[in-house]
C-alpha cells in the first residue's frame, strides 16, 4: 500500500517562495513517475507537474519557469519548488504517483498553500 506523507506549505506572500515535500513508503519509489497536484477554491484537482523515473520534468503552463520538481531516490522523497508565487497559485497541494501510474496513493488531506498579501 502507498503511504505519502507531505509537509511544508503555508501563507506566503506575493512573489515569495516556498518548497513542498512527500515522502513515499509502500513501493520501489526510484521505479515511479511522481506528480504534484493541486485543487484551488471551486476548481478541480489538476496536475501542476510530474517527474519521471529518469528525473525528466512536466508542467502545467501555468507555473512554468516558476516551479520545480525533482526527487531525491535516497530519500524517497519527492520535492516542489515553488517561486514566485501568485494569488492564484493559492490551492490544497497533493503529491500522489503521476497519471497512468498502476496503482495510486490516497489523497489524504493536502497541503494547503495559500498566497496572499
Known amino acids: 500500500q502507498v503511504q505519502l506523507v507531505q509537509s511544508g506549505g503555508g501563507l506566503v506572500r506575493p512573489g515569495g517562495s516556498l518548497r513542498l515535500a512527500c515522502r513515499a513508503s509502500?513501493?520501489?519509489?526510484?521505479?515511479?513517475?511522481m506528480g504534484w497536484y493541486r485543487r484551488a477554491p471551486g476548481k478541480q484537482r489538476e496536475l501542476v507537474a510530474e517527474i519521471d523515473s529518469g528525473g525528466r520534468t512536466d508542467y502545467v503552463e501555468s507555473v512554468k519557469s516558476r516551479f520545480t520538481i525533482s526527487r531525491d531516490n535516497s530519500k524517497n522523497t519527492v520535492y516542489l519548488q515553488m517561486d514566485s508565487l501568485k494569488p492564484d497559485d493559492t490551492a490544497l497541494y497533493y503529491c500522489?504517483?503521476?497519471?497512468?501510474?498502476?496503482?495510486?496513493?490516497?489523497w489524504g488531506q493536502g497541503t494547503q498553500v495559500t498566497v496572499s498579501s
Open positions: 509502500g513501493i520501489p519509489f526510484h521505479i515511479y513517475a
Open positions: 500522489n504517483l503521476a497519471p497512468g501510474s498502476p496503482i495510486f496513493g490516497s
